[in-house]
């Protein structure tokens, strides 16, 4: 038809593009936009009915995002100026009307499929080009395209344990990523989370308050802090607009893509006043700040970490009545390094075990031995529920890259290949696997960096290659194999700097049985890998092979 011919040829029913882009998240959505404006036809598909990325997918009562507004969005003016958030940090529907926005304003929905996975991706040597089979609700669909950008960002695969007995059931077993649309009457019900994550917290707050009866099994603590949530009234926003372009341009010069950076000053540089004026004060402002904008060896040094976690412990232990439950949500000893393991941000979690109807399970002590006709059989005993929703997170940062059959010239999968560890040049790209570049994924900043902003970031590193290939007439880019193993050890170097290592996490790839143990995420911060991929433009693509 003459709409499809806009997106790119048809021969034999194969859609030949110069670009495909997986993801209809903040990486894929930034990628179409600007790969259009600069004149590629290209086409983004998405496994999901719509816009959003994450936002699409997880509507369970809670979520919401813990970045805060106007960091999470994109700095284009042409949305900003038409857009007002209602609140400090938004919850997921607001953030999928956010998305309708800008798929309005920049007219994304012509070049978007939805409903439409990404099964395979095969090279073709001859042509140079990327073969994409996707599954669609009317059958398979194949594309042909230079380039091919999946943007499946850091949690696309869920991830449920292998307990024996979830068929058997006879209520409802879910992962909150797969909330149903039209939502579930959770009122006066039983329900058990299992999982303590971003997920489990959010989830646990927003149901106590509906349900009759609720358990929380929790293996680890989550050391979340207060959100200080805001409402804006009357249009009133966070600042005035006119400091958004300069609040933008900021945010690329910090750790973690936020408007704030750590305090340039180790933690026992400061007296004791000092210290905990300065931690009174990043926890009175909510947000990251208690983690990403404290002092500088938090995440470094043992004794600056265990300081920390003391004031977390003790504010937290004075919101939580019960005594045996107060211990096991907030030890007195340190169980792991603090903001090692994801933080979240909460509103009222810890009050919520103040509650007769909620109780805490901790499955160290009585695990989870199956789950049966009624409910839970723990090693204690088995209990009854209506609900059993498994918020234990996801396949991160590389599970939904390696479940796509993706195979580069040497016919090797990219999940064979990252069999025993994850190689990328600059996290974007893999030897081997020629005109593939992907955002927010391994070896990259991606959960210490805020999505908007690496995603523009990285965007537009890629989209400037291929526009240099273009103006070169090359056809071809590949990372080198010895800048890979030097980008792997490099992460790796600057994650043992650190205390992540020393605790079990997501980040390490823990979470996954059989997973290997590395470090998933480049820590050096956004501000110095923003730097690492100028340079490497400057230098003419130095680690790639162009051809
Ligand atoms: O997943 P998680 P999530 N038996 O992996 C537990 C982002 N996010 O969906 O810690 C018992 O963090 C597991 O225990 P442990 C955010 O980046 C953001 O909550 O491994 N428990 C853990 O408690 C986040 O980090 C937002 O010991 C088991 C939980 O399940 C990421 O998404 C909101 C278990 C999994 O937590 C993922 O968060 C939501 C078992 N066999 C998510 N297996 C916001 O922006 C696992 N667990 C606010």
Sequence with gaps: ?????????????????????????????????????????????????????????NRYPGARV????????????????????????????????????????????????????????VWDGSEAKWTIKAKTNQGQKVFKARFFLPNTGFAAKRYVPDWKGIGSF?????????????????????????????????????????????????????????????????????????????????????????DFNFIGRSTFDDDPETRRATYEKLWAEGDFKFWLATYQDMLFTKDANREAYNFWRDKTRAKIRDPQ????????????????????????????????????????????EEITFKGIKTSEKECEFDYIISATGF??????????DIRGPSGQSLSEHWKDGTYTNLGMSVSGFPNMFFTYGPQAPSPFCNGPTCAQLQGDWIIELMNHMRDAGLKKVEAKEENVKKWRQHVADVANTSLL??????????????????????LGGVTAYYKKLGDTAANGYDGFKLE
């Design 395 to 404: 396949d991160s940062m590389t599970g939904g890259l390696k479940q796509i």
């Design 66 to 121: 813990d970045s805060a507004v106007p960091s999470y969005e994109f700095s284009d003016p042409d949305l900003w100026k038409t857009w007002t958030w209602t609140q400090r940090f938004p919850g997921s529907a607001e953030l999928r009307a956010y998305f309708a926005h800008v798929a309005d304003v920049w007219d994304l929905r012509r070049d978007s499929q939805f409903d439409t996975s990404v099964e395979s991706a």
């Design 170 to 258: 006879r209520g409802k077993f879910l992962h909150p990523s797969s909330w149903p649309h039209e939502g579930l009457d959770l009122k006066g019900k039983k329900v058990a989370i299992i999982g303590t994550g971003s997920t489990g917290v959010q989830l646990a707050t927003d149901l106590a308050p509906l349900v009759s009866e609720l358990a929380v099994f929790q293996r680890t603590i989550n050391t979340c802090m207060p959100m200080r949530q805001v409402d804006y009234e009357d249009g009133a926003q966070a600042m005035p607009r006119e400091e958004y372009p300069a609040f933008f341009e900021a945010r690329t010069d910090s750790f973690s893509g936020f």
């Design 325 to 368: 439950v107060r211990d096991l949500l907030a030890p007195m000893k340190q169980p792991y390094s603090f903001g090692c393991k994801r933080i979240s941000l909460e509103n009222g979690y810890f009050e919520i075990f103040n509650e007769p109807h909620v109780h805490l399970v901790d499955v160290n002590s009585t695990p989870i």
């Design 501 to 522: 290592p020393s605790t079990r996490s997501w980040y390490m790839g823990d979470n996954i049985p059989g997973k290997p143990r590395e470090c998933l995420l480049y």
């Design 1 to 57: 038809s003459i709409a499809n011919g806009l997106n790119g040829l048809h021969l034999n029913g194969v859609q030949e593009l110069d670009v495909l882009i997986i993801g209809a998240g903040f990486g894929g959505v930034w990628q179409l936009k600007h790969l259009r404006d600069a004149g590629y036809k290209v086409k983004l598909v998405e496994g999901g009915g719509d816009y959003g990325g994450v936002w699409y997918w």
